[in-house]
């Protein structure tokens, strides 16, 4: 087999920052005392002037960014998502949504492939907070590709955006000439008859995986790559669930709040469907290798195979 | 302008107050009123603002940290021509632009949505940092309660905005004493506000009345003077000031005026607004 490609989406995130950093002077990049984990190190070293380290203090970052978006500069700010959405949820409320304030949010470090580092910094929750506050984008992107896409998109985009990275290299799965990213809109990556698998982030390339293994156990399997939660592309997901009667959604979050109630979401609303969410089941996560934790809590290709199989067959 | 020219407007501010607290039945009242003069100090004297251009680029900047005395911010805005003083009635009501706290999206002349204690310092700090990265002349000034000073979040701002030397930045505090349990050194002490502040890189400037137009003016002539260094104006002020029922008491911090109170509140304003007239 040849080498897969593997790029982690913080580093997307750093490295388009430097590109756009080149294009436009009103883009600031604020860090609190992570810069070397968000990957934005590589944008202080090329723009030290235009790169805020505001140290240790999130709920202050937030303001700073809303204050600096106010006078025309266009703030992306970075830490980890558990201090960008949790911690200082209620600034990002209040200081940048409320406001309708041009801010990006660059959140890494999601989910539990943050590995080593345990439950206190794996954060299965920011989808949820984030997709609750009014006129908030939410992008999880799935690959190096799509996450610098989104990053342009986010810049190109006036309002609030929520950027959310992981610390794992992932395989590239996006590099074909037809791929193209717009905000709020699903990528459809294989199509199938018996069931729709929509997934997002890191979990589209284990959730491909798992749709040729159902395969070759007979099953059909839709594949749906959703990078935008909020605004969800509800066109496709009823296109595609209309086809094959049911949905299988799979994130690396909780199963509450996140991608699979935002699809149940739409699906109540328009066309009801039988529903099983791949996710964190509401419990923390806990210290281990990512791959491992991945495996372990069934967010690997066999995980979402197994579950899909059992679910189609019931 | 005279002192004697801002106190009549700053009595008119109050007025206002009052009639707008009155007619939304609720509302803060209390701190509001402590703060009239440096809101009437700050639009008709200190900062550089254009009410038929409200949004103009140069504008100096203005975030109510403390966002529940927002109508002693919208009535200051009204009387400098900003929007009819005959809205301040529409206060807390449905449709209405002026808001329970400032929102900047509705009302002209609002440079920040504010109301959550301790976020809207960290705000004017970004513009103030934002003036400094593109060589802009503007000043950024920030109305801080001192019971609000106990949200850990002013201090990470503090302490940001003296390593960066925000020698543009004004913080504010209403020293009024009060907030909403009782005496601030009752509830949970914020003292020494001035050391405090000094240990975070500021220049720190006490007013003994922040109520008296000499005092505020000396102390925000001294502010721009102050290179290197953010400064914090320190005020001592009376919590209901203006209204004798509603001086030093700080069940007034958040309660509107019934009828009858209104009438008394009206009165005394009237009289001293004829005492100043006479003088």
């Not at chain 2, 009410?51 to 103009?56: A, G, L, M, S, T």
């Not at chain 2, 990265?133 to 701002?157: H, K, M, P």
Request: aromatic letters at 8%; hydrophobic letters at 40%; a negative charge.
């Amino acid at each position: 087999m040849p080498e897969v490609k593997k790029i982690a989406t913080r580093d997307s995130y750093g490295n388009t920052l430097v590109e756009l950093g080149k294009e436009h002077d009103n883009l600031v990049v604020l860090d609190a005392d992570l810069a070397a984990a968000t990957k934005t190190g590589v944008f202080q070293k090329e723009f030290p002037e235009r790169h805020i380290n505001c140290g240790i203090a999130e709920c202050n970052m937030m303001g700073i960014a809303a204050g600096l978006a106010a006078t025309g500069k266009v703030p992306f700010v970075s830490s980890f998502a558990m201090f960008a959405a949790a911690r200082a949820f209620e600034q990002v409320r209040n200081s940048i949504g409320y406001p309708k304030m041009n801010v990006k949010i660059g959140a890494t470090h999601a989910g539990i492939s943050v590995g080593e580092d345990g439950a206190s910094h794996q954060c299965n929750e920011d989808i949820a907070l984030m997709r609750t506050i009014p006129g908030m984008t939410v992008i999880n992107p799935s690959d190096d590709i799509e996450a610098k896409a989104a990053v342009r998109a986010a810049f190109a985009l006036d309002g609030p955006v929520y950027l959310r990275f992981g610390r794992l290299a992932v395989p590239v799965i996006n590099d074909n000439p037809d791929y193209k990213f717009e905000i709020g809109k699903g990528v459809l990556l294989k199509e199938g008859s018996d069931v729709t698998i929509i997934a997002t982030g890191l979990c589209v390339e284990a959730s491909l995986q798992a749709a040729d293994l159902l395969a070759a156990d007979g099953i059909s399997a839709e594949v749906i790559n959703i990078h935008t939660i909020k605004p969800l592309d509800k066109e496709m997901v009823l296109n595609s669930v209309k086809k094959t009667g049911k949905a299988v959604t799979v994130e690396e979050h909780s199963i509450i709040g996140g991608l699979g109630s935002a699809v149940c979401d739409c699906l109540c609303e328009h066309m009801p469907a039988p529903v099983y969410k791949i996710g964190i089941n509401d419990v923390y996560g806990e210290s281990g290798p990512a791959l491992e934790l991945l495996k372990k809590y069934g967010l690997h290709g066999q995980g979402i195979y197994e579950k899909t199989r059992d679910f189609v067959r019931k | 302008m005279e002192n004697l020219e801002l106190q009549k407007i700053a009595n008119e501010v109050r007025k206002g107050i009052i009639t707008s607290v009155h007619a939304a039945k609720a509302g803060h009242p209390g701190g509001s009123l402590s703060a009239a003069d440096v809101f009437t100090y700050l639009y008709f004297e200190e900062m550089n603002i254009d009410p038929q251009e409200p949004k103009k680029s140069d504008r100096d900047r203005f975030v109510l940290s403390k966002g529940h005395t927002a109508p002693g911010l919208y009535s200051a805005l009204a009387h400098r021509g900003f929007f009819p003083v005959e809205d301040l009635k529409t206060l807390r009501k449905i449709g209405s632009y002026l808001q329970g706290h400032p929102c900047l999206q509705y009302t002209p002349g609002i440079d920040m949505s504010s109301g959550s204690l301790g976020q809207g310092v960290s705000a004017a700090v970004g513009m103030a940092l934002s003036a400094k990265l593109s060589n802009d002349n503007y000043r950024v000034y920030t109305l801080l309660g001192d019971g609000e000073i106990q949200e850990g979040q002013v201090w990470e701002a503090a302490m940001f905005a003296g390593y960066h030397k925000l020698d543009n930045l004004v913080v504010i505090v209403d020293n009024n004493g009060l907030q909403i349990d009782g005496k601030i050194d009752d509830v949970c002490s914020p003292y020494p506000i001035d050391d405090k502040f000094k240990a975070f890189n500021f220049h720190v400037i006490n007013v003994a009345d922040g109520n008296d137009f000499d005092q505020l003016r000396a102390a925000f002539q001294q502010a721009r003077e102050n290179k290197g260094m953010p400064t914090a104006i320190i005020m001592k002020t009376v919590k209901g000031k203006g209204v004798s029922y509603m001086e030093h008491v700080a069940g007034w911090h958040g309660k509107a005026p019934n009828d009858e109170e209104y009438e008394v509140a009206m009165e005394e304003l009237e009289k001293a607004g004829e005492a100043l007239c006479q003088k």
